[in-house]
């Protein structure tokens, strides 16, 4: 079991540029999860999915941002234009039961 | 509404000496708990969890937490801490939707 896998780790982009996070999943999990964390807000949810299907994306700070799941190996949260606040750590996770998560090492994102 | 009250923002401990991290949470029905630890640099590993039966919960690296429903509390505990328990800890209530804490970052001194 290799874990949830993200990539990049590390993201440097300009402002205004189009940025994309990847995820991929625990084989067998069927919920899958973006987080977000920064110094000033801690952690949080900004959508998951359930069989693929959003389920809840009312975290989702803004129309900047948008997540697909066209797989269930496979998610992408994607940023179009970043913005130097968009600035922190993205997390994704997975869950077979949606109770209990296990979490990708992160992407650090850094908007210049 | 849920909600995860974390008091303590930094908590620094002797090495060998016990750990009591606090957590207080805010749920409308019967609470799933958990407690997850984060190393720098890394992501969220899952300490323990709570979902019913027994309230003194066992976990990995020698933790266990107690959940106690008159004082809404699923506190985290380990008898003698090492170092390489430095990390910072987050408390999460919820099912599928988990609502974190601020966390509370521990520093172990020898």
């Known amino acids: 079991d290799a874990g949830v896998i993200q990539s990049p780790r590390h993201e440097v982009t300009e402002m205004g540029q189009e940025v994309t996070l990847r995820c991929k999943p625990i084989s067998g999990h069927d919920y899958l999860f973006w987080y977000r964390q920064t110094m000033m807000r801690g952690l949080e949810l900004l959508i998951y999915?359930?069989?693929?299907?959003?389920?809840?994306d009312s975290g989702m700070p803004e129309d900047r941002f948008s997540a697909k799941m066209p797989n269930a190996s496979f998610s992408t949260l994607k940023i179009q234009p970043s913005e130097p606040r968009d600035s922190a750590v993205y997390f994704c996770?997975?869950?077979?039961?949606?109770?209990?998560?296990?979490f990708g090492s992160g992407t650090r994102l850094t908007v210049v | 509404a849920q909600s995860v009250t974390q008091p303590d923002i930094h908590i620094t401990v002797s090495e060998g000496a016990s750990l009591e991290l606090r957590c207080n949470y805010s749920?409308?029905?019967?609470?799933?708990l958990f407690w997850y630890v984060q190393s720098p640099g890394q992501g969220l590993q899952l300490l323990l969890k709570y979902f019913s039966g027994d309230t003194l919960v066992q976990g990995i690296k020698g933790f266990e937490a107690e959940f106690k429903r008159s004082q809404s509390s699923f506190n985290l505990r380990k008898p003698s801490v090492h170092w390489s328990d430095a990390a910072e800890y987050f408390c999460?209530?919820?099912?599928?939707?988990?609502?974190f804490g601020a966390g509370t970052t521990v520093t172990v001194r020898a």
């Open positions: 749920y409308g029905a019967t609470p799933y």
């Open positions: 999460a209530v919820g099912t599928f939707q988990l609502s």
């Open positions: 999915f359930n069989n693929n299907v959003p389920i809840d």
């Open positions: 996770a997975s869950s077979r039961t949606g109770y209990g998560y296990t």
